[in-house]
């Protein structure tokens, strides 16, 4: 229980050059776990990976373990500084390769992860996780075709079941924005059928289907489905509404979309404004239709 002694000691071995890096990397790795239930591990962690990188500041090893720890610890910023630190020593770590792609992919970084996944896909050509990232930063770029070919490559290679998962989501979301709708349900059916209860593409392929007019019984029971795993979503609400909408169920669709305003973020969606009119002009209240309709525009 003696705090102050137990963290003297403790930087006194990681200061020391001498000491085995590998021996380090062990004793902090675990913190990587622990940073989600004990704030005070990740301070503690952070000064141990910055004393590693002084005391072994040639050893790629050294970054990458720092670049996880600030990554856990919601500092992507830093976390990219040392990846790429640790990649300029050392190369050919896939794994470090993987969390920079990561870590772009979640920072809307499109033109980055393109770039770094190009090169990916070159030097690691049967990593499954480089085509999914390639495949993805071009969804981003709106290149459908290469995010098509990209991620299909994927799947011939292989990966574990909730990346491949992903990758059929995504697969989805290129075909659809290509107009190739039937392999864009098709991908739709083969994530639900790994992911039963993936909400996210129950509700982006109800919708779709909705939009044109297709299987509208499937569009509402996946609507419905995804409304009972996340009850609170006003996205998910509207989207129901909009199916009733298109069934022809007038009524039951203001309901939903007005459940769907009593949120501040809906009542700010031009899409929502513009449903919640279309509901009123089909139950011929046209004053309020056009209100709303002027609202979303």
Known sequence: GNEPQYRAYLIKAFQNKEYNIDEKISFVYPYLQM?????????EGLLLTGLIVESHPNDAKAYALRADMFSQADRPDSALVNYRKALSLDSTRF????????LYSRQDRSDSLLRVSQHVIEQFPKEFMGFYFNGLANYFRQRYDTAIRSLNTALVIGGEKRFVADVYALLGDAYHASGLHARSDSSYDMVLSLRPKDHIVMNNYSY?????????EKAEQLSRRSLELK?????????YAWILFRLGKYQQARTWIEKAMQYPEARQDPDVLEHYGDILFNLNEKDKAVEYWQLAK
């Open 95 to 102: 794994s470090v390769w993987y969390q920079l792609m990561w």
């Open 35 to 43: 940073l989600e239930t004990d704030s005070t591990k990740r301070d």
């Open 208 to 216: 779709y289907l909705s939009v044109r007019g297709d299987n509208l």
């Open 231 to 239: 009850p609170e979503s006003p996205t998910y609400m509207d989207t």
